[in-house]
């Protein structure tokens, strides 16, 4: 299979937040093997400890960046025990993550993708030797990252190709004659509930009514559509339902959070 030429591109995801010199220090170990690297942070403030909304981000973001960027995310809750650390080739990138479902979303949605589960004795040839046991993100992800953004290996020379990974921790939207079902997979900065449910799977409904909590919302084209105060359904710019308050946080109105299910109908029906 073809590999993109690194661009010398890399972001980081993590569940870390700014409390701290965590993401500084991954960047730091980056630097110090690729002084060049263009770094970018996709987000730190992914829910702790929950892969799934790393990896609806990144699924839904990487095609923004440059074939052949590296995209390097540690949500981690498994650090230091058995689970596995894969290198994805997927759309003309590189993903370098824990192998805990993380991943799934990516893979779904991207062609072309080759697997590695990345081994001990790979690691050493990169000079990665006695990783600490709760910082891999510093200690072994991040010189992944540095070693195939400057091109000095290729994701199969840090071990065997496997064919499948853990699947993700939220099931996909079912989709069913007179219903769509999925969840909240995220909160934005301004309160919206953001779904995993893609804006094609409604297209087929004459008026689609949005309905979580035991409340629904009529689905309009963008928040000012609305008067404030009023909550709303509406296709964001990432392509998925939102469910969002306008001038005002939905999250909180509501009282509802990640994992909040989340069905469309037809107000026809």
Known sequence: MGLAAPSGVITITTDFG????FVGVMKGCILARLPTAHIVDLT????????????????????????GTVHLAV???????????????????????PDNGLLAPVVARAGDVHIVRVGSPQLARIG???????FHGRDIFAPIAAELAAGRCRPQDLGETVTTLVPSWVDDPT????????????????GNLITNIDGPLVERFRLP???????SFPLLRTYGDSRPGEYLAL????????????????????????????VVRDRTD
Do not use: C, M
């Open 75 to 97: 949500v981690d809750p498994g650090v230091g025990t058995a689970r596995s650390i894969v290198v994805v080739s997927a759309g003309g990138h590189y993903f370098v993550a």
């Open 235 to 262: 296709v964001n710019s990432f392509g998925v339902i939102e469910i969002a308050r306008a001038e005002d946080s939905a999250a909180e109105g509501l009282g509802l959070s990640r994992g909040a299910p989340v």
């Open 175 to 190: 989709v069913e004659p007179r219903s769509v079902a999925g969840v909240v997979i995220t909160i934005d900065h301004f």
């Open 128 to 134: 990665v030797q006695r990783p600490s046991a709760t």
């Open 18 to 21: 700014h409390q701290g010199p």
């Open 44 to 67: 730190h403030e992914i829910l702790v400890h929950w892969p799934a909304e790393a990896g609806f981000w990144l699924a839904r973001a990487f095609g923004y960046f440059p074939g």
């Open 209 to 215: 009514l949005v309905h979580a909590g035991n409340h």
